[in-house]
């Protein structure tokens, strides 16, 4: 471990004994969410992303370390495994560089290389290099023998010789390899005759790019589109005598003075390494695609999962659509489902006043505070009904209820799933959705748990990436977003529940069927009368549960059960009951998280006690506020340049974030047109969910594509300035390359610009 714990730490910038420890408590079978929040002490400190890294970083190099000593067995029953040798493998930190150093050893089908030995011909080899000034058809009369039968033959299987340790060599095809990766430029064009077909993809017809500058969501576009036969891609390395040199130098070739050898270095160039570091640098852009890819996936997923919730409010939900009616559904404070039904305003039946007063009807007899309006087909025309019926509300004396648009991603795939037919057994599918819309109005994490995340909408070219690695990111995001937050133990359901820290999918339905038999918990302790939750699963979990209006005032905070002796210790000192501590700021403020630590809890965890007394059960996420849509905004055409409009964040991509302003189709904010600062992620500068002001700077009515700026001060149609703050791209010798340069620099725009919809 001692090594590993180094090498992280090292990664990291951090102690290696916080390392150690966090491996250890990982080994011990604690969880990311518990050891970050409850064993500072421990980790000193270290968050969520460190645990996860640490934990993934520590699953590679153990694998490395295994496959290390399964290579060191296998060279040494070969009787080859030198003291050089085992060092070079024992030092090794990547599994490329391991694989490269038994190439030499690996077992492999007989090739040609091979057979050229067996008939004597790597003595001719060796002559070769040692007099490169003699004459090659000369030297090998003397070695035609069966199978090799002229100077043709024989020179070939010289040849193959050569090429054969120029591909096992490690050290030349690491160094091969880097270069090409650091010097070569991506190339794609069009399929003939795919043209119009292959529309989408346009902006790389007549494409090349350095490997080294390519972004994430690029290469995944450009590896989709080979991937859809319309276009082709070309690795191009760069100049071939950089590579023949390396050959050369390495093997102290004189191919200067003989012709045979230049042409052998060559043909190994292009028919071996060429080839092998292709087949590399290929799989290098793939997986620093996806890791991009991922990135955005996870941080927009965190930040859905996080949105503002609208908190315990009477809810009614429109699910829109036009020839299928308008599913609604009305939910009370707590989700309890209180009434179903389907109008039908809109065409073919436009039965519009029919539906107002039905819905009015629902409004006043459930006392409704928020409308929540699905954002798909009929959004908007269903918001003009929204607003209709909130209307008539107020002169009749009631509240008028607040209309909201709602992200309605992966509603109709939890109405359809197993979780919702357990949910609501007798409820029509079209109906479940509606529901889903409400409840996540009331608090999105709740609703959203039951949904695969993959199936939220949160980033780009899901299907193009590791499916494995993408369930496990988006799954890991959920766990820490669900635990950040915490969960009422008398009211989560099953789906919510198994994303606590130490909670399986047989732990929660256990929970919730102790729930419904004994009735709501009184208080944490009585965790330990759930079928199969033990000790550890009870260390883990009970600090994120919490019971409000229980027996222990702080089993509704995120103090753990193990610390209630701190707080007790501080009531004793204090003067103060448990009860009179909570909230009293004036008392907590003056407290030295020093004077209550011990060997068991240190000024990190007092510290965090004492705040969460201070704020017990604080929610982590924003006041929920909601964008107010212009009137008489409601289609894309309704839009002139230079209008500024408020709207909500529905997805940031590597390039820009797309933004609702009503009209059925979001609007793109590239990067360039963020801030007047230069920015690098938009993550930055938005978030999706967040409400924000744009200015419309193009429309395309008959494409519906729409081009915003968050710098309200862009005057439409004028050229963006460049961002302050980005460093200049790197000068190319030659036409060709500045062309080159000039599409590199206006790929990004023009991928966001494609995926908006202009120039399709």
């Given amino acids: 471990m001692t090594f590993i714990a180094r090498t992280i730490a090292e990664e990291l910038g951090i102690k290696e004994s916080q390392v150690a420890a966090a491996l250890t408590l990982l080994a011990e079978g604690n969880t990311v969410p518990f050891i970050s929040r409850y064993r500072k002490e421990a980790t000193g400190g270290l968050d969520d992303a460190q645990l996860r890294h640490i934990d993934e970083r520590n699953t590679y190099l153990v694998e490395l ?50 057979i050229a030995r067996e008939a004597g011909i790597e003595s001719l080899t060796d002559a070769l290099i040692d007099d490169p000034t003699a004459a090659p058809e000369q030297l090998a009369e003397r070695h035609i023998t069966e199978g090799f039968t002229d100077t043709k033959a024989v020179l070939d299987g010289a040849r193959a010789i050569l090429i054969d340790r120029f591909a096992l060599d490690a050290d030349l095809v690491g160094e091969v390899r880097e270069t090409m990766y650091k010097a070569g430029t991506m190339r794609a064009s069009v399929v003939e005759g795919k043209e119009h077909e292959g529309a989408k993809f346009k902006d790389y017809f007549d494409f090349n790019e350095d490997f080294t500058t390519l972004p994430s969501h690029r290469i995944l576009a450009l590896l989709r589109g080979e991937k859809e036969g319309m276009l082709t891609l070309d690795l191009d390395p ?68 996080l949105a503002a919730p609208a908190g315990q409010r009477a809810t009614l939900a429109l699910d829109p659509g036009y020839r ?149 990111t988006l799954d890991d995001v959920v766990e820490d977003a669900v635990n950040a937050v915490g969960v009422d133990l008398n009211t989560a359901s099953v789906p919510l529940l198994e994303r606590v820290a130490g909670i399986s999918n047989t732990l ?60 007790e210790r501080i009531a004793a000192t204090t003067g103060f009951a448990v009860d009179q501590l909570i909230g009293n700021t004036r008392v907590l403020e003056k407290l030295a998280p020093s004077d209550f630590a011990d060997d068991t809890f240190g000024v990190p965890t007092v510290t965090d006690i004492i705040a969460e007394l201070d704020k017990p ?123 080159n340069r000039r599409q590199a620099e206006s790929g990004s725009m023009a991928d966001a610009l494609r995926k908006a919809g202009f120039g399709q």
């Fill in 324 to 472: 299928n009616g308008v599913k609604c559904a009305v939910v009370d404070s707590t989700g309890k489902v209180l009434a179903t039904t389907i109008v039908y305003p809109h065409q073919p039946k436009n039965q519009w006043q029919q539906a107002v007063s039905e819905l009015a009807t629902l409004v006043a007899t459930h006392g409704v505070e928020l409308i929540a309006i699905g954002n798909g087909t009929a959004s908007r025309e269903s918001e003009k009904l929204a607003g209709e019926v909130a209307d008539l509300i107020a002169p009749a004396g009631g509240a008028r209820p607040t209309p909201v648009v709602v992200s309605e991603s992966g509603a109709s795939v939890y109405s359809a799933s197993e979780i919702a037919a357990k949910e609501f057994p007798d409820m029509d599918v079209s109906l479940r959705s509606a529901v889903s819309i409400a409840r996540r109005l009331q608090d999105p994490l709740a609703e959203l748990v039951k949904v695969d995340p993959k199936s939220i909408g949160v980033g780009q070219y899901q299907h193009d990436v590791n499916q494995t690695a993408l369930a496990k």
């Fill in 238 to 305: 760069g100049d071939d005598s950089t590579y023949e040199a390396m050959i050369a130098q390495r093997f102290n070739l004189d191919t200067k003075a003989s012709s045979w050898l230049a042409q052998a270095v060559r043909w190994g160039w292009r028919t071996k390494l060429l080839v092998s570091s292709g087949l590399d640098t290929r799989m290098r852009l793939k997986e620093k695609a996806e890791e991009g890819a991922l990135d955005i996936f996870a941080t927009n997923l965190r930040d859905v999962l």
């Fill in 617 to 739: 059960g604080r929610d982590p996420r924003p006041e929920f506020k909601t964008a107010t849509f212009k009137e008489g905004v409601n289609k894309v055409s309704d839009l002139t340049p230079g209008m500024i409009l408020e709207g909500t964040v529905t997805n940031v991509a590597a390039f820009g974030a797309f933004v609702d302003v009503g009209v059925h189709q979001d609007g793109l904010v590239h990067v360039s047109a963020m801030s007047h600062q230069f920015v690098k992620d938009p993550h930055e500068v938005v978030r999706s969910g967040q409400v924000v002001k744009v200015k419309v700077m193009e429309v395309d009515t008959e494409r519906q594509r729409i081009g915003l700026s968050l710098r309200l001060d862009d005057e439409p149609g004028a050229t963006n300035k460049p961002q302050r703050g980005g460093s200049a791209p790197k000068k190319q010798a030659g036409k060709k390359k500045q062309g």
């Fill in 65 to 114: 370390a295994e496959r290390k000593e399964a290579i060191l067995e296998a060279i040494d029953e070969q009787g080859k495994l030198t003291d050089e040798l085992r060092a070079q493998i024992m030092a090794t930190d990547t599994k490329a560089r391991l694989e490269d150093l038994y190439l030499p050893f690996k077992k492999r089908r007989k090739t040609k290389a091979d």
């Fill in 508 to 567: 929660a339905k256990n929970i919730v069927a102790y729930r419904d038999e004994h009735g709501s918990f009184a208080n944490r302790k009585q965790l330990g009368k759930v079928p199969r939750l033990g000790p550890k699963a009870f260390e883990q979990c009970a600090g994120f549960l919490r019971i409000n209006g229980g027996d222990h005032p702080l089993d509704a905070s995120a103090v753990h059960p193990e610390a209630y002796p701190v707080v």
